[in-house]
C-alpha cells in the first residue's frame, strides 16, 4: 500500500556501477576528437555551448544556473541554448549553426544520440570539444558524464514502486521520447528488476513517449487510467512527466490507490507530492550536472584526461568512475529521492 519513508541520498547501486578499471577516458584532440592539447588559451579566451533538450521547462532552466555560475567562477564565456521542443532535428540545426563559430567546446543533452552523431562528428572534426550528458554509448563525443548508472537508478525507482505498490498489479511507463537513451536506460532497468524481484507486478505496456511536455503526459495518462482502471502504478521519465501524470491522477479522485514516482525536481513536483498525487521523485541537480559538463570540456580543452578517480570539484561528481562497457562514458554518484517529508529541503 501507499506508504512515507524516511528518505536518502542514493548511492544507486555504487558497487555495481563503480569500475574497478584505472585507465582514463577522453583527453581531447590526440585521437582526432576535439581540440584539446592543452593549446585552447586562457579561460578567458575560451568559449562553450551547452545545448539542451527544450528551452522553458523547469529541468533545464535550472540546468542554466549551472552553466551561468560556471561562467562566472571560471571567466570562460559559457551560455545555453535549446530548442521549442525536444525534437532531435532542433537540435541538429542549433549545432549547425554553432559550428562555424568555432566555440572551444559544445557540450549537449540529446534528444537522440544516435540522431546526433554525424553533426557531432562534424564538430570534432573541427577541433571542437563535445562532452555529452544522458547519452551513454553515443560515439562521436569526447566523454559523456552521467549522474550515475542508469539501470541501476531505474532498479531503485522499481524497488520504491514495488514497496508502494504493495508488491503486486499493473504499471506503466512514461519517456520523454524513445529516442531517448537515458529514459530507455531508466524505464529497461525498472522493467528488469521488475521481472527478477517482483514477478507479481505487470507492466502493461511499452513505454509511453510524452515528447518531454507536461500536457501530453497528463492526456496519455488519463487514457491509461481509462484503458486500465486497476493500475495501480506510474514511472515517469521525463522530468515533466510525473505532474502531467499527477493530474490525471488527481482528477481523478486516485491519490490513494495509484503510486507516482520518476524523475523531476521539487519545484515542478512539490505541489503534487505534499497532496500525495506524487510519491516520490528520484533525481540529480540540473545545475550542477551542468557545471560538471563544462568542467570536462574545460579539462579536455587544457589537455587533461578525464576517467577513473577524475574530481570536477563539484558535488556528486568528485570521484568519476568509468561506466563499463564504454571508452568515453564516465559517472558520478549524485542522485537523491525526495517526497513529501523533505521536499522543502531544495529550493529549486
Known amino acids: 500500500m501507499k506508504h512515507g519513508n524516511a528518505v536518502k541520498f542514493l548511492s544507486v547501486g555504487a558497487a555495481a556501477m563503480l569500475l574497478a578499471s584505472c585507465g582514463t577516458t577522453g583527453g581531447g584532440g590526440s585521437e582526432g576528437g576535439g581540440s584539446g592539447g592543452g593549446d585552447a588559451g586562457a579561460a578567458e579566451d575560451m568559449s562553450m555551448v551547452t545545448v539542451v533538450k527544450i528551452t522553458g521547462v523547469g529541468w533545464f532552466d535550472r540546468m542554466e544556473e549551472g552553466v551561468t555560475s560556471f561562467a562566472d567562477s571560471t571567466g570562460i564565456d559559457a551560455r545555453q541554448v535549446g530548442g521549442d521542443d525536444a525534437s532531435p532535428e532542433k537540435q541538429i540545426q542549433i549545432i549547425q549553426d554553432l559550428i562555424p563559430q568555432n566555440p572551444t567546446a559544445i557540450t549537449v543533452v540529446p534528444n537522440s544520440p544516435e540522431g546526433l552523431e554525424n553533426v557531432l562528428a562534424q564538430a570534432r572534426e573541427q577541433g571542437i570539444v563535445v562532452v555529452t550528458h544522458e547519452a551513454s554509448g553515443i560515439k562521436n563525443a569526447d566523454i559523456d558524464i552521467e549522474a550515475f548508472d542508469n539501470k541501476a537508478y531505474g532498479a531503485q525507482i522499481m524497488d520504491n514502486l514495488a514497496e508502494c505498490m504493495g508488491g503486486e498489479g499493473e504499471y506503466v511507463s512514461f519517456v520523454g521520447g524513445l529516442t531517448a537513451k537515458t529514459h530507455m536506460d531508466w524505464v529497461q532497468g525498472a522493467l528488469d528488476q521488475q521481472e527478477a524481484e517482483y514477478p507479481d507486478l505487470t507492466r502493461v505496456e511499452d513505454p509511453i513517449e510524452s515528447k518531454e511536455d507536461e500536457g501530453v503526459a497528463y492526456s496519455r495518462a488519463k487514457e491509461v487510467l481509462a484503458k486500465y482502471p486497476d493500475i495501480k502504478g506510474f514511472q ?111 529550493d529549486f
Not at 490507490?257 to 521539487?266: A, E, K, N, R, Y
Not at 550536472?289 to 587533461?304: D, H, N, R, T, V
Not at 568509468?322 to 521536499?343: H, I, P, Q, S
Open 236 to 346: 515517469g521519465s521525463a522530468g515533466t512527466d510525473v505532474a502531467g501524470i499527477a493530474r490525471a491522477v488527481q482528477e481523478a479522485g486516485r491519490e490513494d490507490d495509484v503510486c507516482v514516482m520518476g524523475t523531476s525536481i521539487p519545484s515542478v513536483s512539490q505541489k503534487y507530492l505534499e497532496d500525495g498525487s506524487i510519491d516520490k521523485i528520484f533525481f540529480w541537480d540540473p545545475a550542477l550536472a551542468g557545471e560538471a559538463q563544462l568542467k570536462i570540456a574545460q579539462l579536455l580543452a587544457e589537455g587533461e584526461t578525464v576517467g577513473d578517480g577524475t574530481d570536477l570539484g563539484i558535488e556528486g561528481y568528485t570521484s568519476l568512475k568509468k561506466l563499463e562497457g564504454f571508452d568515453n562514458v564516465v559517472v558520478g554518484d549524485a542522485a537523491v529521492e525526495v517526497d513529501a517529508e523533505n521536499v522543502g529541503d531544495y
